[in-house]
């Protein structure tokens, strides 16, 4: 029904069309609105269905942002632009890409996160693929309805752990289309070529299970075994179908999202937001911590407080920046701290899941310490004890950085690197403006959530927030462009160093340690370049390509919201 119209070079220049003027305009993907032109409405049959008035995408742009901004509430900002999006995808995404600034927080987090919780209640129509638990028997011929539309990239969740706000059981959906929109919005990724997948295995929110309006299945999650094997039934199905997708995780509970990532990252090309987009953007701030105050790796302490997915994730990486540095896995070690519901983590202590025992601290070190309670070594004694030099957070606990906690960082380095990354806002660990106040302005801040910007002492400090946006679409692009097998340590530190290499923090400290968000276009086109490379260089690509190709190849496979001219 829809052909493609190419020039010598490749460039799509104009689609051809059997459908009718009603289908045309049923698809969001082509549906041009009133830009139809005076040709295509003629050709297309079109007339009668739009107002006589031919517009430019431009003044289009105008009429939405004036609607945008008659909705003063940000969940009916986000119904309105999900409606959009629906009804003429190219203008939902061209608006996007001339406000940035104000979409980003809308379409993802912190909006996306209510628009989650009120998924049932809100709900207008169906977006995405729906795989439940009880229809298992089908999800191979529901994926195949897929598998020849050419999909590049699937972000997949179970809608276990959102955000910050817990299991919203199918209520997630919001979340995979959100992150979409965001690898779309930043990075250029073609929208006829995303899948958003929400698994249903039921869910243990029984504020959910309790309401007749809930839509997803209302039973409690599938567990153990019979998870496992619904995971690896999914995954099956999806090489099979889609054999050079890029596969998105995306908030799973804590200990699946860690062990299906270590499941399958060396059988095809995945990736998990949670764990590895925030690790990389925060040790991005390290590099940029290191290298902006002329410090050395060996001069810096750092500690996690809750040390969870996103918290250990984090560390990870970090660690890997310390090692990359040259210095040794055990010396880097002896630099970390994990903080979680029992104080330090110590290796005496039970129950030690996996994935914090690499950083437990062995208690013979801490006989020096000076404590009260040693079975429970708080944040704050770890921070005096430790002196530690860079905090960071993911706890979900509100204010948990007290004005001792700061003051003590303050008293340990000249410019301490503080991240208080726990989202939504309300559950921030520190407030930005009370961070500068306790630290005399001297603190690197990157927070999870936006904060406005805070005046001190006649200076005004732009908030960094450690926003995932500036690494998963470029490093997705990346991956696409070149066909990557896998996800590699070295594309991460790749990514990680290139947005590092943005950092106004560079340019004199006061400044903020990231880029501002409307830079995120150009920051992951660079990250998607150095990505790419960094697979050819480990032969992880299945394309080959000089430094100069990549580039090309990289700008080939970016998705412009321009309208292609429709003819018959
Ligand atoms: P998680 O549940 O896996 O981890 C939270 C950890 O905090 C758990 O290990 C928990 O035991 C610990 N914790 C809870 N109360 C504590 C207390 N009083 N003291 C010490 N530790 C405590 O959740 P997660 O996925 O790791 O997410 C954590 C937070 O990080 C969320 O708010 C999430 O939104 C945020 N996050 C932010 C970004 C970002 O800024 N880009 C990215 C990912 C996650």
Redesign the pocket.
């Known amino acids: 029904m829809f052909t493609k119209v190419t020039d010598d070079s490749g460039q799509l220049t104009a689609i051809r069309t059997s459908a009718t003027a009603r289908q045309i305009l049923d698809n969001p993907l082509l549906n041009k609105g009133t830009a139809f032109t005076a040709e295509e409405r003629e050709a297309l049959g079109l007339h009668g269905y739009l107002p006589q008035e031919v517009e430019t995408m431009q003044s289009q742009v105008r009429r939405v942002y004036r609607q945008f901004k008659e909705k003063t509430d940000p969940i009916d900002q986000n119904i309105f632009l999900y409606g959009l999006h629906d009804f003429n995808t190219t203008l939902f995404y061209r608006f996007c890409a001339e406000h940035v600034d104000e979409v980003l927080p809308i379409v993802y987090t912190p909006t996306v996160g209510d628009a989650v919780e009120k998924y049932s209640t809100e709900f207008r129509r169906p977006s995405g693929v729906y795989l439940s638990y009880e229809h298992r028997d089908r999800m191979d011929d529901i994926l195949g309805r897929y598998s020849d539309k050419g999909k590049d990239l699937i972000i997949v969740t179970d809608g276990e752990?959102v955000?910050?706000i817990g299991d919203w059981g199918i209520g997630g959906m919001d979340i995979s289309i959100g992150k979409l929109m965001v690898y779309i919005i930043c990075a250029g990724i073609d929208p006829a070529r995303v899948l958003p997948i929400q698994l249903d295995v039921g869910t243990n929110n029984q504020q959910l299970l309790d309401d007749p309006m809930y839509l997803g299945a209302p039973h409690k999650r599938i567990s153990g075994e019979d998870y496992d094997a619904f995971i690896d039934q999914f995954v099956t199905s999806v090489e099979k179908h889609f054999p050079n997708v890029y596969l998105h995780w995306e908030d799973f509970g804590?200990d699946h999202a860690r062990s299906i990532l270590e499941r399958y990252r060396e059988q095809l090309c995945t990736f998990n937001d949670?764990m590895q987009?925030?690790g990389i953007?925060a040790t991005a701030n390290v590099i940029s911590t290191v290298e902006a105050t002329k410090t050395q790796y060996a001069d810096h302490r750092v500690v996690m407080?809750?040390?969870?997915?996103?918290?250990c994730g984090i560390m990870d990486q970090i660690l890997d920046a310390f090692v990359d540095s040259g210095m040794s896995r055990e010396d880097a070690l002896s630099r970390f701290y994990i903080?979680?519901?029992y104080g330090l983590v110590v290796d005496d202590m039970d129950g030690i899941p996996d994935f914090q025992q690499p950083y437990a601290r062995k208690r013979s070190e801490l006989a020096q310490w000076d404590v009260s309670d040693p079975s429970n070594i708080s944040l704050e004694e770890v921070v005096a004890n430790a002196k530690a030099t860079i905090l960071i957070g993911?706890?979900?606990?509100r204010g948990?950085f007290t004005r001792k906690v700061i003051e003590t960082m303050a008293k340990n380095t000249e410019y301490p690197a503080i991240m208080p990354?726990?989202?939504p806002t309300s559950?921030s660990e520190a407030e930005p403006k009370d961070i500068i106040a306790l630290t005399e302005g001297k603190a690197i801040i990157a927070a999870?959530s936006p904060f406005a910007p805070v005046s001190y002492r006649g200076h005004t400090y732009e908030i960094s927030q450690?926003?995932?946006a500036f690494i998963f679409p470029g490093l997705g692009l990346g991956a696409i462009s070149v066909k990557a097998k896998r996800v590699s340590d070295g594309m991460i530190r790749a990514a990680s160093k290139t947005l590092s290499s943005f950092s106004p923090l560079r340019k004199g400290t006061g400044n903020p340690v990231l880029p501002p968000i409307h830079n995120a276009n150009q920051v992951s086109e660079q990250v998607a370049i150095a990505v790419a490379r960094q697979a050819i260089a480990e032969g992880l690509s299945a394309i080959n390509a000089t430094d100069d190709q990549v580039e090309q190849l990289v700008a080939a496979n970016r998705w412009l919201p321009n309208y292609v001219p429709l003819t018959r």
């Open positions: 752990a955000l910050g804590r949670d987009s925030t953007v407080f809750g040390a969870g997915t996103a918290g903080i979680d519901r993911c706890s979900t606990v948990a990354l726990s989202n559950l999870g450690g926003n995932n």
